[in-house]
């Protein structure tokens, strides 16, 4: 194989492979390889393209299914409405939405798994709960609610108890959180919530 303009335009530019899987295909440096990227003028990735695709290496692990029905567009409009008032869009890696209620959770997961192409599978869950709940309740709950394994979760959050009120009759089994660790989507959704034209688009 020729290291030629062409060449590395393929491997470095279409199939994304990195420097260094390059160099072990030629049996070179990756000195050599970036000498020749530059020399070509060939544009190099930044460094958190790279680490995309290093733990991405596959290519993206969803895919936007543009709604066809009003069904469809329906539930693309919640799904956009629920990050947009219930999700963390400080978190620049990962698309998080937090929530009491497991219907509005379930509604959201739903969104993401028929319009983004985010199976359940991929999902993880944050659970706080107060200080004078049992944990293995809370949890317990939110697993069969979601059908979700124990697995999934991370590390319980504990936070004082606070006075007796609607919204502590409401946090009554925690306040949940789903997470999906994806930059590249992250940014995705926020366009598409910023973008008025995306909603008119689909307004049916």
């Avoid at 029905?69 to 990962?94: H, I, S």
């Avoid at 706080?128 to 944990?135: E, G, H, Y």
């Amino acid at each position: 194989m020729e290291l030629s303009r062409t060449t590395l335009e393929h491997l470095y530019g279409e199939e994304k492979k990195s420097v260094s899987a390059i160099a072990r295909l030629f049996g070179c440096s990756e000195h050599k390889i970036n000498y020749w990227i530059r020399r070509f003028g060939i544009p190099k990735r930044s460094i958190s393209e790279s680490v995309y695709l290093y733990y991405n290496p596959h290519g993206d692990p969803f895919r936007f299914y543009e709604p066809k029905t009003l069904d469809e567009a329906f539930l693309f409009g919640m799904g956009l409405g629920l990050y947009w008032g219930e999700g963390t869009r400080k978190n620049k890696n990962q698309v998080r939405l937090g929530n009491t209620d497991p219907n509005l959770i379930k509604a959201f997961m739903k969104f993401l798994e028929r319009t983004y192409g985010v199976p359940k599978e991929k999902l993880k869950f944050g659970l706080q709960i107060f200080s004078d709940m049992i944990p293995e309740e809370a949890q317990t709950f939110w697993e069969q609610e979601l059908g979700v394994s124990s697995d999934r979760f991370y590390k319980l959050v504990i936070t004082p108890a606070r006075s007796l009120g609607t919204y502590r009759e409401k946090t009554r089994h925690g306040v949940l959180t789903v997470h999906f660790n994806n930059t590249k989507l992250r940014n995705i959704l926020v366009n598409h919530c910023q973008d008025s034209s995306v909603g008119r688009a689909y307004a049916w």
